[in-house]
């Protein structure tokens, strides 16, 4: 099966493109988000924010949460908007009483760590990328409160583990992906992988290159994940629904076939908005939720497209 990931890359480098780097949400209400909970393993929980109520994810508010509960302590993965943390705490009280030792988190967008300051002031120790913390301090809504500063960091190299609850919980480094700074979160014996937002399947995707995302990087993080998930292993996004790897396949060819079409423009010497002009996912939009939907200055596909040329324009 490894042999599907067999493929060359177009030279690319980073960019100065600049993709608007907040996730919040304007005029959303949240007094009318509710936490929802769903178990997926014996002590693995994920918590997600209800649909229809945030502008810019409608499937569900915010970012997935995931807790894994247990006597030895809660491991939490990602905290959602900062205004959200007392639904959370509730929700996370319903599955267990035992403190919140430890908070990781996939990457450094506020609808995944804009409670991060709340819960360490409730006891966890928050663990990121060094290239996170280094992020976060960029980004005014979590740079003006120090808590919201990772205590401990790690770089790309071999993953950070953690033995709590009878699991082994891996954080892997992936190289600049979604963001400068994306981790993907194993449970090993639960089988499942929390993978952040390098893999969405509501909406085109989102590689936020003000934040040292690349799309070289995302292709790169597909393929390291398709080699770390086994066939019955669950990959969590931080939006949309459960996957596995098979379904990163048709994902991956999405993009080269997107990012082909773009570079033959290009040849062309089309610029940005005649590419845009293009529509060159019309073949992709009916099978892509929310692609069609604001995202940015125009449409998740606009703003996909957007970001392939401008990788593309910097990498010549
Ligand atoms: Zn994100």
């Known amino acids: 099966m490894k042999a599907a990931w067999r493929f060359s890359f177009t030279v690319l480098a980073a960019t100065t493109f600049c993709a608007s780097a907040s996730a919040q949400p304007a005029g959303t209400d949240f007094s009318k988000i509710e936490i929802l909970t769903e178990k997926i393993a014996p002590n693995l929980y994920l918590l997600s924010g209800s649909a229809g109520t945030d502008a810019n994810h409608e499937d569900a508010a915010g970012g997935r949460i995931g807790i894994l509960a247990g006597s030895d302590g ?58 996170l913390r280094d992020e976060a301090l960029r980004n005014p809504a979590l740079a003006k409160d120090p808590a919201s500063l990772a205590t401990v960091t790690y770089g790309l190299g071999a993953p ?49 290159t003000a934040n040292g995302g690349t799309l070289k990087g995302a292709l790169e993080a597909l393929e390291a994940l398709y080699n770390i998930a086994g066939p019955d292993t669950k990959l969590v996004p931080g939006h949309g629904t459960i996957i596995n790897r098979n379904d990163l396949l048709p994902y991956r060819d999405m993009i080269l076939a997107v990012q082909s079409k773009v570079q033959q423009l290009i040849g062309q010497g089309k610029t940005m908005q005649e590419v845009l002009a293009a529509k060159v996912t019309a ?18 596909a606009d703003r996909f497209v957007s970001m392939v040329y401008s990788q593309l324009k910097s990498g010549k």
Request: no cysteine; hydrophobic share 40%.
């Open 160 to 208: 950070v583990k953690f033995r709590m609850n009878g699991e082994v919980v891996d954080l892997i480094p992936v190289r600049a992906a979604h963001t400068g700074g994306d981790t993907m979160i194993r449970f090993e014996n639960a089988n499942v992988i929390m993978i952040g937002d390098f893999y969405r399947n509501y909406g085109y995707p989102y590689i936020d």
């Open 74 to 131: 809660i491991f939490m993965v990602d905290t959602q908007y900062a205004q959200l943390t007392d639904k959370v705490v509730a929700a996370i009280r319903k599955i267990s009483p035992a403190p919140i030792r430890f908070l990781a988190n996939t990457h450094v967008h506020i609808d995944h760590t804009g409670g991060d300051a709340n819960f360490v002031k409730l006891g966890a120790t928050l663990v990121t990328r060094e290239e």
């Open 283 to 300: 073949t992709y939009d009916a099978k892509v939720p929310g692609g069609l939907l604001p995202a940015g200055n125009g449409t998740s």
